[in-house]
């Protein structure tokens, strides 16, 4: 079974990454967040608000992984940290989850740097972190996510304003 580039796997996943570099491009810090394609291919959005954000993000997984609306397909969104070569930074984490016909899911993190620093806010190169399930094609999931960032027309914008490919 390949991976789809249609499914929630790329298409929700890279227009919900862009709504939340939106959402951080101010210096927010992004409410965790699922969404995930249910009975009848009908999106729909789940927002995780917690006192703490790492509450958040436990229920967020905590979903993901009971699948208690029996969609298809899902991803999660939330602000954490990933460790690039110039040390630890600001990432929105992205975990995929495709449930039909066999689950199998990816990780990829969006480092940013935070819009409070001195150089003001940039949107780094999505790092996959890993998968669930057979190996995907890395190359054709980034393509397909790239493809896709333009859906969210406010979070393009600000992607593309913001881009820094230097990490």
């Not at 393509?143 to 913001?162: C, I, N, P, S, Y």
């Amino acid at each position: 079974m390949e991976w789809s580039d249609h499914g929630i796997d790329c298409a929700t996943s890279r227009l919900f990454a862009a709504h939340a570099v939106w959402c951080v491009s101010e210096g927010e810090t992004l409410i965790p967040l699922v969404a995930f394609q249910g009975p009848g291919d009908e999106r729909k959005m789940h927002r995780f608000a917690a006192e703490l954000i790492e509450d958040g993000v436990a229920q967020g997984k905590d979903w993901l992984a009971r699948n208690p609306e029996s969609a298809s397909r899902g991803v999660l969104v939330y602000d954490g940290f990933v460790t690039l070569p110039t040390g630890k930074t600001d990432a929105l984490i992205i975990e995929t989850m495709q449930y039909d016909p066999e689950p199998r899911g990816f990780t990829m993190a969006v480092p940013y740097r935070h819009a409070g620093s001195p150089q003001g806010f940039a949107v780094y190169r999505p790092k996959f972190m890993g998968f669930e399930g057979p190996q995907p094609d890395f190359d054709r999931l980034g393509d397909a996510f790239f493809r896709g960032v333009d859906e969210h027309e406010k979070g393009a914008a600000v992607w593309t304003a913001h881009l820094d490919q230097s990490q």
